[in-house]
């Protein structure tokens, strides 16, 4: 039989350890835990020194958007931590159904990096109206953790977002309104294999797109900005934006649409195209409308002109996409290597018929395509969109489908002089300058339609412009460069 006092000490310790575990159970049960745990932080807080980093949503002095402030908010979008906060926002993601959490203002979220802890806070400031003026992330950091961590950390902060953006598929739709830009998810089914285009076209312009993304170091090399532009013309309803939200989609680029009445002046533009980012591309539709006396009232033609030679310091790729219906009035403007490829979109004819017929009704054959092609050989012809349209609505019974087109055709149908292949025909500019500069000296044609201040312009760029477009003609089996 032990002495008394053994026993007295073993239920003292027994009874000891039972209040230590009553005391965790009830702590974690009222989450008392984080308090302590918070307590604990705050005094260790207060014996350390600490950094403090700050990531700008802006470049300072260029106002372009810092890469790496879209990173760490990506990154600490994806933290636990942040699900864990006292308070944070909900908001929506690229599903209506799926909701997504995003740091409030002034919101601290914590983290842990090779058993060192770090915070950032959400930073934002606002104007008198209570509209967002600037926005930061401040990263807080022990001074005794700083010199080992802080290079790992920014490159796990890299590695993390570069994965998320890659298993992101969300693009969007950028369009500006009171100098801003606005997005929303941009989710148009457009590619080229559903876009009825020559095949090898297609295949010039994949390839194009992609020795431009891979040619950084190139373009560093020679001095010029790493950008590509591209001009799409040809009548309404022929695929021109159909065929930018196909590069969107083959290039998984977000997509920033620059409607030109919304901007109020040089310097607005200015502002907003520094604010686009890289993987981007810049469209602005219908560019023969904005070129017109009564835009350029409010943008000069120098500030367009300037916005269309990249002449702005991206360091980044950007793909810079102009649509037109009709370029003949701004034919001269546009071809001293300003835009580096010309895609004409014409009409359809018949190849370009059987295509939409293909994909639209799922038919490659019928009994009334000679009848079709003999109406598309007249040289009537009608845009893909109409085409298309009447697929569409009659695609339960191809025959019906085909009926409507014909008697449409036979209808409504245009003559066109010389019918084209649908987008096959594309045109470079190369070898329309020589003929451009002769059209000046003449004195005819351009000088009549084209603004002054272009006509000036186009005078002097002239003189510096030795950039060769990009030939996508089909006579042309090269691209030139
Ligand atoms: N080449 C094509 N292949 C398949 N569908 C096409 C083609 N061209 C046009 N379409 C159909 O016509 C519709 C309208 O085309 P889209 O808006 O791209 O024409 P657009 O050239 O941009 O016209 P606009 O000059 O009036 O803006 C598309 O939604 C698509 O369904
Ligand atoms: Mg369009």
Known sequence: MPP??????????LSIICLIFLVRIFLHRTALIYVVRKWVEWVDDRVHLHHHFKVPELNDSTQQENQFYRRVSLYLNSLPSLEDSDFTNLVSGKNPNNIVLSPDDDQVIHDTFLGARLSWVNKIQRDDKNQIASRSFLL???????????????????????DIEHRRKELRIYNNSNGKWKSVVFNHPASFDSLVMDPALKGKIRLDLETFIKSKEYY?????VWRRSYLLYGPSGTGKSSFIAAMANFLN????????SQVVDDADLHALLLRTSCKSLIVVEDLDLHVSEKSRKRITSSALLNFMDGILNFDDERIMIFTMNVKDGIDSALRPGR?????YFPMCDFNSFKGLASSYLGVKEHKLFPQV??????????SPAEISELMLVNRSSPSRALKSVISALQGSGRKSGKVVPLASDTVASSPALPSMAEEDDNGTGWKDTVPKEFRKLYGLLRLKSSKKPLSLDHDSDTIQR
Do not use: A
């Open 339 to 343: 835009i580096d490829v010309h895609i």
């Open 253 to 260: 680029y977000n997509i920033y649409n620059v409607n030109l």
């Open 4 to 13: 008394m006092w053994v026993v007295n000490y073993l239920l003292i310790c």
């Open 373 to 382: 092609e003999e109406i598309f050989q007249s040289g009537t012809t009608m």
């Open 220 to 224: 560093h090399k020679i001095g010029r």
């Open 140 to 162: 807080r950091i022990m001074k005794k953790d700083k010199r080992r961590i802080l290079q790992p950390y920014f490159q796990h902060i890299h590695t993390v977002s570069d």
